[in-house]
């Protein structure tokens, strides 16, 4: 009977599967293809997706332990300090990142993870928890790590995204020479434009090496 019963179990949970199974028709080269445009085209309606979420959604990122908060950015103001603490004070306007998750009231962490927010800063809340991750990136890996100086080479690549912007202030702050590269015309005219770099390269093939070559033809000199 158990066999019985653990066979017919089986036969259930194949045929719910063969129910659902979408066989695809082969038929692509018989018919016209159409792309149906909706009349309605406000920007109100269309809804923004992190490029995190659509990874979540297709399983290609570990799941998020539910015992773990999320977020690692935050924007806050100081409500109590350590008796040790010298370097900031109550009402102070940070900017930091922790490990621990920030969707709290109230968070505890070390001061020095947290930044003070002049207060002519022009930048809102939301604009600041955008920016510890980029930063932290650009001044570690080229700060900390590379010890990048005065007249050496950097090749941005992503040069208008968040990091690649960071990256760029900071190699003209120390006056370091810049490359960058990115993926479509506008975003490469507002490298020229905006940051007055001379040197931006198509990212969409293998042409800026190349390009590089031809002016840098004994190397960066790194």
Excluded at 36 to 44: A, G, K, N
Excluded at 74 to 89: A, D, E, K, P, Y
């Amino acid at each position: 009977m158990l066999q019985k019963s653990l066979d017919d179990s089986n036969e259930q949970e194949k045929s719910k599967y063969e129910q659902i199974s979408i066989i695809p028709k082969r038929d692509a080269d018989q018919k016209a293809f159409r792309i149906c445009v909706p009349q309605s085209r406000f920007l109100s309606q269309l809804t923004w997706i992190e490029k995190d979420k659509v990874k979540e959604s297709l399983a290609e990122q570990p799941k998020v332990n539910r015992n773990t908060e999320p977020d690692s950015k935050f924007v806050g103001t100081i409500v109590r300090i350590g008796l040790t603490t010298t370097n900031f004070q109550t009402g102070d306007h940070v900017v930091g990142a922790t490990s621990h998750g920030t969707y709290h009231s109230h968070i505890m962490i070390n001061s020095q993870f947290i930044i003070r927010i002049p207060s002519s800063f022009p930048l809102t809340d939301e604009q600041l928890c955008s920016l510890p991750c980029s930063i932290l990136t650009v001044i570690y890996s080229l700060k900390y790590r590379v010890h990048l100086r005065a007249g050496q080479t950097v090749l941005i690549h992503a040069a208008r995204g968040g990091a690649g912007q960071i990256c760029i202030q900071y190699c003209q702050y120390i006056g370091a020479r810049i490359f960058a590269i990115d993926g479509t015309e506008e975003k490469r005219r507002f490298l020229c434009e905006y940051y007055d770099i001379e040197h931006v390269f198509n990212s969409r093939d293998t042409c800026f090496v190349n390009q590089i070559r031809e002016i840098l033809p004994e190397g960066c000199g790194c």
